[in-house]
């Protein structure tokens, strides 16, 4: 059986054979998430090395960092020898000199801190934050650190992304 998790999948349900998981079920999304998962107090769900692909789209972005380590680990833990974790985040290396700039400008703070409500609702407020911030080579030495190889840079959305910081990596042995 193959298996794709989108974790924090958010208002961006995937169809099957994706399962998605979130810690709540967002108001805009199409969809409530297949699994409510809390990634600060929840081991994914599923087997050791039992899944063929993981999505981890601006999973760590709304982790406290203390955090970090322990889901890293556990992306690791369930994802077979040699597939592939896809981890999406906010490039700040991009944002925050276009910030510096621009202070006053609500979407590039939102970029940075996170909707905090004002969005999905005052009570998503919690899960609606920006808790972390990478740029390209903390998050590389971050998945290296972590067991993850052969990582690449990739495009998963649109040019008018231009904040996207996404990097493919292998699982590699330990």
């Given at each position: 059986m193959t298996t794709f998790l989108n974790l924090a999948s958010g208002t961006d349900i995937k169809d099957?054979?994706?399962?998605?998981?979130?810690?709540?079920?967002?108001?805009?999304?199409?969809?409530?998430?297949?699994?409510?998962?809390?990634a600060r107090t929840d081991r994914i769900p599923f087997d050791d090395e039992?899944?063929?692909?993981?999505?981890?789209?601006?999973?760590?972005?709304?982790?406290?960092?203390?955090?970090?380590?322990?889901?890293?680990?556990?992306?690791?833990?369930?994802?077979?020898?040699?597939?592939?974790?896809?981890?999406?985040?906010v490039d700040m290396a991009l944002l925050m000199p276009r910030w510096l700039a621009d202070p006053e400008n609500v979407n590039l703070s939102e970029l940075i801190w996170g909707e905090m409500g004002s969005a999905?609702?005052?009570?998503?407020?919690?899960?609606?934050?920006?808790?972390?911030?990478?740029?390209?080579?903390?998050?590389r030495n971050e998945l290296l650190g972590h067991g993850f190889i052969d990582l690449e840079r990739i495009q998963v959305h649109v040019s008018a992304v231009w904040y996207e910081l996404t990097i493919k990596a292998r699982k590699g042995s330990r």
């Open positions: 099957l054979p994706w399962v998605n998981l979130d810690v709540t079920s967002w108001p805009m999304a199409r969809r409530a998430p297949d699994v409510i998962w809390d039992s899944v063929d692909e993981v999505y981890a789209g601006y999973l760590l972005l709304h982790l406290p960092p203390r955090y970090h380590a322990d889901v890293l680990n556990d992306i690791w833990r369930v994802l077979k020898p040699g597939t592939f974790a896809v981890f999406g985040e999905h609702g005052e009570d998503l407020q919690e899960f609606d934050s920006h808790r972390w911030g990478y740029t390209e080579s903390k998050l």
